[in-house]
């Protein structure tokens, strides 16, 4: 005897509004999610927008910055709480 599974059936009282209900029989992966796999967003202020247009004027300023600040005044990057060592008690 062969296992199929059963159609699933909808709660009699769905919690979502029927113009929620999407047909996602079309749907398909994005094509442009590679591409900003190691993308960071930040949010600038406006006026800070009005000045720096593009992302390679603000990155060309903040390189800059990081040029000029002394290795000793940087912080080194922050370790991932996994890796940190535990005292033992």
């Not at 406006?46 to 720096?52: G, L, N, S, T």
């Not at 000029?68 to 033992?88: D, F």
Request: no cysteine; aromatic share 4%; glycine share 2%.
């Amino acid at each position: 005897m062969k296992n199929t599974p059963s159609p699933r059936r909808r709660p009699v009282e769905s919690e979502m509004r029927p113009e929620y209900d999407l047909d996602w029989s079309k749907a398909r992966p994005n094509p442009y999610a590679a591409r900003l796999k190691d993308t960071i967003a930040v949010v600038l202020a406006p006026d800070v927008a009005q000045v720096f247009q593009t992302s390679d004027s603000v990155n060309t300023l903040l390189r800059s910055v990081i040029a000029a600040v002394p290795k000793q005044g940087r912080r080194p990057p922050a370790k991932p709480k996994a890796q940190l060592s535990r005292k033992a008690g």
